[in-house]
Antibody
Framework: EVQLVESGGGLVKPGGSLRLSCAAS????????MNWVRQAPGKGLEWVSF????????YYADSVKGRFTISRDNAKNSLYLQMNSLRVEDTAVYYC?????????????WGQGTMVTVSS | EIVLTQSPGTLSLSPGERATLSCRAS???????LAWYQQKPGQAPRLLIY???SRATGIPDRFSGSGSGTDFTLTISRLEPEDFAVYCC?????????FGQGTKLEIK
């Protein structure tokens, strides 16, 4: 079964750090571009970061640039998001999402999400 | 940055009716890079439509997408009880990717 499972969320104080992980299974992880997407409570989806299959291309939303770092370990079938200098407005469910192969490149597989709460 | 505006914010319909959801972009979007997602409470989004009009694997044919340029539409021909959810469009032609704010489809 194709699956993405996020972990690492939790409660952290403003200015703190967290590292999210996304474990992939059921497909050849190293062939796929991946993304992180977040959703604040009661709000819509917000794209956070993109990493190509070989980590050659990395992009960030302006709201997290300079504070978050995306990475992957293809040998471990894992995607990561290092989040530093966390702010209250970073509170959200964080999803990892796979980009479908081919020209269309929509986000075809999503994890169940992990909750990050930034509060004092 | 491309801003996607969805309308209406909430759509109240009955099972069996037809739903038409709109997604308007602040600048032209390639049809190749326009998708629709369905999200139910407490669940992750699910890909419905990619490339503006292609159904994702396992998506029933009552779901269809259309449009080009700045105006895109998701149509659900005959609503089933399980279709009541939030629907969101997305453009992924280049960074930054963006999502619409969503349309909530509720039972009338």
């Amino acid at each position: 079964e194709v699956q993405l499972v996020e972990s690492g969320g939790g409660l952290v104080k403003p200015g703190g750090s967290l590292r999210l992980s996304c474990a992939a299974s059921g497909f050849t992880f190293s062939s796929y571009t991946m993304n992180w997407v977040r959703q604040a409570p009661g709000k819509g989806l917000e794209w956070v970061s993109f990493i190509s299959s070989t980590s050659s291309y990395i992009y960030y939303a302006d709201s997290v640039k300079g504070r978050f770092t995306i990475s992957r370990d293809n040998a471990k079938n894992s995607l990561y998001l290092q989040m530093n200098s966390l702010r209250v407005e970073d509170t959200a469910v964080y999803y990892c999402a796979r980009v479908q192969l081919g020209p269309f490149a929509a986000f075809d597989i999503w994890g169940q999400g992990t909750m990050v709460t930034v509060s004092s | 940055e491309i801003v996607l505006t969805q309308s209406p914010g909430t759509l109240s319909l009955s099972p069996g009716e037809r739903a038409t959801l709109s997604c308007r972009a602040s600048q032209s979007v390639s049809s190749t890079y326009l998708a629709w997602y369905q999200q139910k409470p407490g669940q992750a989004p699910r890909l419905l439509i990619y490339g503006a009009s292609s159904r994702a694997t396992g998506i029933p044919d009552r779901f269809s997408g259309s449009g080009s340029g700045t105006d895109f539409t998701l149509t659900i021909s005959r609503l089933e009880p399980e279709d009541f959810a939030v629907y969101c469009c997305q453009q992924y032609g280049g960074s930054p990717y963006s999502f619409g704010q969503g349309t909530k489809l509720e039972i009338k």
